[in-house]
């Protein structure tokens, strides 16, 4: 009988300890599952935040675009501008169509329209509206954006310049907030010359360079053997052999 006893309370305990060793499993699992399922709710979390955002810019995006071509074609960006409160020909439409990559003047595709409103965190017609002045106070990428108002100028494809008379529009936009003497100085002369009919990327660029490195409107330090290109030696003459040179009156 004593031995029986001590069988059964032997059973008994080892019953008992099995139940633990179940119930450790089981609370180790429900503790697995939780885990699983808030780190898959934080998971979730920013990328339906995300995807929700995508979708509010693709509802502004068609708020826009053209039904049968599928993008935002010269009729929808005046209706953009419009609700943005800004002339077509403003800076900003320029950098935005900067900021968006776009490849064709006059039309938004879907994913420049993405691309664009992600870097600019806008989502809506106000959160555009207030990206704008962002867009032209910042100039570290202006390196950048100066040779891609070129090429979206290039309205056909393998097309290398642009007309003289884009060619003053485009630096009166560009150029005039930085560099006005200058660039008054230069349309003038453009639109007088009867050298040039075009402008190519090169030429393009030296301007730019011409406005930051030239002392203006002295030109004490523009040498003409340090390979700039022809049309700014011709520039350069031009203003010194000019009688009104001091006035600026011409």
Known sequence: MRRSSKKSSSSAAAATAGDVQVNEKQNRKRKGVSTNLTSRKAQCGPTRGVSKEIERIDQLFYTYADSSSGMIDPEGIETLCSHLEVPHTDIRILMLAWKMGCEKQGYFTLDEWRSGLKALRADSISKLKKAFPELVTRPSNFQDFYPYAFRY???????????????????NLVLSLQFRPQVDKLVNYLKHQSEYKVINMDQWMGFLRFCNEINFPSLDNYDSDLAWPLILDNFVEWLRENKSFQHWGL
Do not use: N, Q, S
């Open 153 to 171: 100028c290039l309205t056909e494809d393998k097309k290398k310049c642009i007309e003289i008379p884009v060619a003053c529009e485009l630096l």
